[in-house]
């Protein structure tokens, strides 16, 4: 499997995430780390756990800033080399049904300039953030 056609999913028991103001905020709920994305990271998070592969990722990204593809997927490709490094998504085995980087993706209008995702990493507040093992229903929480 190639990258820009890998996609990836997340363990929802694990994993918690929201998309707030244009930053996305991740947390690990094994080890309490939390993560944030702000700009095209919190776009790429969204598609990319939204099941679009890597290409399709990428090619949105890229209409929405208004700049080349390859960059904006050796980009992608970076932040999800940290997500996998992470523990926070794995990839799949199959493509997406339908996904290409010319499948219709919605485009969403970007807030401001392009620069590359930068995943931040906060270790601080593990001890309040763990629950081990992760609580079932989580899902009913309003900020998941």
């Known amino acids: 499997m190639s990258v820009p056609s890998l996609a990836v999913a997340i363990d929802p028991e694990r994993v918690v995430s929201k998309i707030m103001d244009g930053e996305a905020v991740i947390i690990d709920l094994t080890t309490g ?14 598609l ?3 099941g679009h ?17 390859e960059r904006v997927t050796t980009d992608v490709e970076a932040l999800v080399g940290q997500l996998v490094n992470e523990g926070l998504v794995r990839p799949v085995d199959e493509a997406p049904a339908a996904d290409s980087a010319d499948a219709s993706v919605p485009v969403e209008t ?14 601080d507040m593990q001890d309040l953030l763990a629950l081990d093992p992760p609580m079932p229903g989580l899902k009913d929480i309003p900020w998941t």
């Not at 970007?110 to 270790?123: H, K, N």
């Open 48 to 50: 990319l756990i939204a």
């Open 110 to 123: 970007a807030a401001g300039s392009y620069e590359a995702p930068v995943l931040q990493i906060y270790r």
């Open 53 to 69: 592969s890597v290409a399709a990722v990428a090619a949105a990204v890229a209409r929405e800033y208004g700049i080349a593809r």
């Open 33 to 46: 780390t939390y993560y944030s994305l702000i700009h095209a990271g919190a776009r790429a998070w969204d």
